[in-house]
């Protein structure tokens, strides 16, 4: 792996030996193709006294068991290309989330990398153990990577899914931030819930959902939308799932979705956003909400009584 420069942002990917852990690793590699990251793929080793092949590492990590992570962590980093910066971490906690968390603090990373677990009745994304910590604690962005499709090539375009209502400005600025850097195409999608509005009702949420994110974006990135590398479009559906699966997603897409109100500048994924985890088919980055910050609010004056007025997170 090629050296790194300290100013280069960091990603920390959690590994394990598994497809989830190979997951992890490949994403994070589509990723390190599109924009300079440094990857620190990194082991979590419990601290117990009981190993098994599925299970917990002793705390001492002595003998067998150090070398068999030492021979987890060689195996992941030969994953990876030469061309890309990696180096590996095994850390010691009490779990893998809290390890995975306290690794990205002292490494200053920009997100965190996991694998997902497809099931049949999650359908796309299942949230185990680790991941449902991580989405209730974790003070940076957190990826999800879906099993058997994070292999995704360079990213090709960032897709927010909003809601016209406080946090969803922090969330668009963070899609803003990253299509920048990724040097792509920003969509942001406004989902819209019609069951039981009447036809006139709907049209009049999309053409403010749509107009809201305008506001945001002519605020936000005004050269991005006045070039038409940022586009707005609203779906609807009778629930959140329905409308998220009329979405049309392209080669190498990542989809950005905010965090409850209930995060205070952490993760935490409430009822909506899991219930869009069901239906993505891309990756998914999961944002911290923000503190609420009036001046990256949008300029008209519906958009200011709307977020005024609303108390829930998008």
């Known amino acids: 792996m090629t050296e790194t420069a300290a100013s280069v942002p960091r990603l920390v990917v959690g590994y394990i030996a598994t497809d989830r852990g190979r997951d992890a690793i490949s994403l994070a ?93 999650m359908r796309q994304f299942r949230i185990g153990t680790v991941a449902t910590s991580l989405l209730h604690s974790s003070e940076v962005p957190v990826v999800l990577a879906p099993a058997g499709r994070s292999d995704i090539g360079p990213v090709s375009r960032i897709t927010t899914l909003f809601g016209a209502r406080p946090g969803a400005a922090a969330l668009i600025g963070s899609a803003i931030e990253a299509a920048t850097a990724f040097d792509v195409d920003l969509r942001l999608v406004a989902l819209i819930e019609n069951d039981g509005m009447a036809e006139d009702e709907v049209a009049e949420v999309t053409e403010f959902a749509e107009q809201y994110g305008g506001a945001v974006l002519a605020n936000r990135a005004a050269d991005l939308f006045a070039s038409g590398r940022a586009t707005v479009v609203a779906e609807a559906g009778a629930d959140i799932e329905e409308a998220a699966e009329n979405v049309e997603w392209i080669s190498g897409e990542l989809a950005f979705i905010g965090s409850s109100r209930l995060g205070h500048g952490r993760v935490f994924i409430g009822a909506r956003a899991r219930r869009l985890l069901r239906v993505l088919p891309v990756p998914v980055v999961v944002i911290p909400r923000r503190p609420y910050n009036s001046a990256t609010q949008p ?8 977020a005024a007025e609303s108390t829930e997170q998008n």
């Open 29 to 121: 590699i589509s990723i390190a193709r599109s924009v300079e990251v440094e990857l620190v793929v990194t082991i979590i080793r419990p601290e117990t006294s009981t190993f098994h092949a599925a299970g917990s590492i002793p705390k001492d990590g002595s003998g067998i068991v150090a070398q068999q992570l030492d021979d987890w962590l060689e195996e992941a980093l030969a994953l990876i290309p030469d061309d890309i910066s990696a180096r590996g971490v095994i850390h010691t906690a009490s779990n893998e989330s809290k390890g995975l968390m306290e690794v990205s603090s002292d490494e200053d990373a920009v997100a965190i990398v996991i694998g997902a677990r497809a099931t049949t009745l």
């Open 299 to 306: 300029t008209t004056e519906s958009a200011k009584v709307s």
